[in-house]
Every structure is written in C-alpha cells, then in structure tokens.
C-alpha cells in the first residue's frame, strides 16, 4: 500500500504564490509518474502537471505552463507542486496521484494506482 498525503492548501490573493506538497509513504514505495491534478465545483478533474520519477522530466497543462513548476525529492519521497501567478480560476481541490508502474498516458487518472486526499486551494479576486 502507497500513501499519499497532501499539504500547503489555503487562501491566497490573485497574483499571489502557493506551494502544494505530496509525501508519499509505504513499506516500499516506488513511482514511475506523481501527477497533480485538481477538481473545481462543479467541474470535473483535470490533469494539472506530472513528474516522472527516476529522471524527473515534467508535463504540464496548457492553463498552467509557465505558472506551475513540480519538483521531486527523492530522499523524502516528495512532490512538490508550486503555483506563481495565481488566477481565481485555480481555484480548486488539488490532488497528487502516484503510478507506480507504467498504465497510460500520465494525462489520464486512469493511469494512476493511489490517490492523495486532497487539498483545498482558494485564489481570491
């Protein structure tokens, strides 16, 4: 069993910055691909970023290029997901996602085996 815990949610101003965490824990863990996504009311979950894990090269969605970088500790077996520039339109649950072995294209939840809480994110006009 994998887990994955979320943190660094909160409410933040249009413009401002937040950095989201995911500390993954489990007898073995292992990772082929960490991915965030997040989900605003309403709206149906869509795919945010994703790192791979052994070489640590990175994907993300049109709407956040050039906002959004995710980075990778191997010794803590985090992901971290920093947001700059934030929109009100960020707004969202956010949640990281592990795949442990290769199943699909890393844009797809379906590829991914254990799930994180989730954590709030709130961008004010």
């Known amino acids: 069993q994998v887990q994955l815990v979320e943190s660094g949610g909160g409410l933040v101003q249009a413009g401002g910055s937040l950095r989201l965490s995911c500390a993954a824990s489990?007898?073995?863990?292992?990772?082929?691909?960490m991915g965030w996504f997040r989900q605003a009311p309403g709206k149906e979950r869509e795919f945010v970023g994703r790192?791979?894990?052994?070489?640590?090269?990175?994907y993300y969605a049109d709407s956040v290029m050039g906002r959004f970088t995710i980075s990778r500790d191997n010794a803590k077996n985090t992901v971290y997901l920093q947001m700059n520039s934030l929109k009100p339109e960020d707004t969202a649950v956010y949640y990281c996602a592990t795949a442990t072995y290769y199943r699909g294209s890393s844009q797809s939840q379906s590829a991914y085996d254990y799930w994180g809480q989730g954590t709030q994110v709130t961008v004010s006009s």
């Open positions: 489990g007898r073995t863990f292992s990772s082929y691909v």
């Open positions: 790192i791979r894990w052994s070489s640590g090269s990175t």
